[in-house]
T-cell receptor, first 109, second 111 residues
Framework: RKEVEQDPGPFNVPEGATVAFNCTYS??????FFWYRQDCRKEPKLLMS???SGNEDGRFTAQLNRASQYISLLIRDSKLSDSATYLC??????????FGKGTMLLVSP | SQTIHQWPATLVQPVGSPLSLECTVE??????LYWYRQAAGRGLQLLFY??????ISSEVPQNLSASRPQDRQFILSSKKLLLSDSGFYLC??????????FGPGTRLTVL
């Protein structure tokens, strides 16, 4: 069974803090990796894809460790607007994605 | 640019009633289309996906069905709703095997 595991949180951090989430996946044949963000009662939105070499988009950095089968997301200088649930997502290279249950982040003033 | 529409946004239905949720995509051709359900406090569960007109793959056996009558239209149906069908229903599209993009969702409550 294909699984993606995440710490559900919540992670409570003050504004300006740096926070990191990890995610592990069970399918060693996984091909593509993503982080999605989901606000309360809204649809998930693509935050960033995760490449083998790691990638950065502003305050967000994603890294992939294929050997250990985990993916990480680092958020620097947290903003109130970063409060959301972050979903780790893995693709087997075919037509479907496997979603983790998400990690909740709460950024406080 | 591509957009995805779902309706209705919210729905309250009695147990045993039928269901029809519609999803349409604009701005792309021959997308892969997906139906997911997210129950309260749980992750996204893939229900159906389609790689073309009339082609439906079911991931989870249940009392739901899906149809794709047109290239950019995906419909989720049920003949008789159960209490356990309550949840947040999300339609998504993708091109080839890349990342998926979600519609705004339909929040279904079965009473």
């Amino acid at each position: 069974r294909k699984e993606v595991e995440q710490d559900p949180g919540p992670f409570n951090v003050p504004e300006g803090a740096t926070v990191a989430f990890n995610c592990t996946y069970s399918n060693s044949a996984s091909q593509s990796f993503f982080w999605y963000r989901q606000d309360c009662r809204k649809e998930p939105k693509l935050l960033m894809s995760v490449y083998s070499s790691g990638n950065e988009d502003g305050r967000f950095t994603a890294q992939l460790n294929r050997a250990s089968q985990y993916i990480s997301l680092l958020i620097r200088d947290s903003k109130l607007s970063d409060s959301a649930t972050y979903l780790c997502v893995v693709s087997d290279g075919y037509s479907t994605l496997t979603f983790g249950k998400g990690t909740m982040l709460l950024v406080s003033p | 640019s591509q957009t995805i529409h779902q309706w209705p946004a919210t729905l309250v239905q009695p147990v045993g009633s039928p269901l029809s949720l519609e999803c349409t995509v604009e701005g792309t051709s021959n997308p892969n289309l997906y139906w997911y359900r997210q129950a309260a406090g749980r992750g996204l569960q893939l229900l159906f996906y389609s790689v073309g007109i009339g082609q439906i793959s079911s991931e989870v056996p249940q009392n739901l069905s899906a149809s794709r009558p047109q290239d950019r239209q995906f419909i989720l149906s049920s003949k008789k709703l159960l209490l356990s069908d309550s949840g947040f229903y999300l339609c998504a599209w993708s091109v080839l095997r890349n990342e998926q993009f979600f519609g705004p969702g339909t929040r279904l409550t079965v009473l």
